[in-house]
T-cell receptor
Framework: EAGVAQSPRYKIIEKRQSVAFWCNPI?????LYWYQQILGQGPKLLIQ????????DSQLPKDRFSAERLKGVDSTLKIQPAKLEDSAVYLC???????????????FGPGTRLTVL | AQSVTQLDSHVSVSEGTPVLLRCNYS??????LFWYVQHPNKGLQLLLK????ATLVKGINGFEAEFKKSETSFHLTKPSAHMSDAAEYFC???????????WGLGTSLAVNP
């Protein structure tokens, strides 16, 4: 079974530029998550999709960050314009999810390391 | 409201000695609980999970955790630490119908030779 795929693995940009990350979850997984992990900290959930609908985006800085999952499969996360404090690893995860309260384990991709200069 | 607290930000043990990483949670619902491990410059990997079945959960690499409802705890243990266990460990709780996960701040485990 293929894991969660992310690209690119590394990205270096200047502040105020824009950047996009791509994630392909495990086939059949309904829930997709984007996390931001700043060096030395735990993952912070940015947005959670259930199929192609948003379940939680309360911590997404919507003035500069956007995400979509149009067909309920792969997803893109965009930052425009980037700030220095956006330097982090952006993790994508997916989970199978069945039932109402059941939460299957999340499978993580390798992440994209973003450096904003 | 749901929350999770990892009681130690850093734990240091000697190789071959027991490991104890502590996690307490707060939840209004019956929670699902997870422990994830992150090795340096590597992705997050699930160690084990509790989902209202057996309270003693066995995971990979010899780790296990016990769900104690009365103490609202889900501590991670291993009888004998190995050098390869050095990593960051995260306790995670899911305790709501919206499937929102709450992450602890992490515990850094160092294993000394």
């Amino acid at each position: 079974e293929a894991g969660v795929a992310q690209s690119p693995r590394y990205k270096i940009i200047e502040k105020r530029q824009s950047v996009a990350f791509w994630c392909n979850p495990i086939s059949g997984h309904a829930t997709l998550y984007w996390y931001q992990q700043i060096l030395g900290q735990g993952p912070k959930l940015l947005i959670q999709f259930q199929n192609n609908g948003v379940v939680d985006d309360s911590q997404l800085p919507k003035d500069r960050f956007s995400a979509e999952r149009l067909k309920g499969v792969d997803s893109t996360l965009k930052i425009q314009p980037a700030k220095l404090e956006d330097s982090a690893v952006y993790l994508c995860a997916s989970s199978l999810d069945r039932g109402v309260r059941w939460n299957n384990e999340q499978f993580f991709g390798p992440g994209t390391r973003l450096t904003v200069l | 409201a749901q929350s999770v607290t990892q009681l130690d930000s850093h734990v240091s043990v000697s190789e071959g000695t027991p490991v104890l990483l502590r996690c307490n949670y707060s939840s209004s619902y019956s929670p699902s609980l997870f422990w994830y491990v992150q090795h340096p410059n590597k992705g997050l990997q699930l160690l084990l999970k509790y989902t209202s079945a057996a309270t003693l959960v066995k995971g990979i690499n010899g780790f296990e955790a016990e769900f104690k409802k009365s103490e609202t705890s889900f501590h991670l243990t291993k009888p004998s630490a190995h050098m390869s266990d050095a990593a960051e460990y995260f306790c995670v709780v899911n305790a709501g119908n919206n499937r929102k996960l709450i992450w602890g701040l992490g515990t850094s485990l160092a294993v000394n030779p």
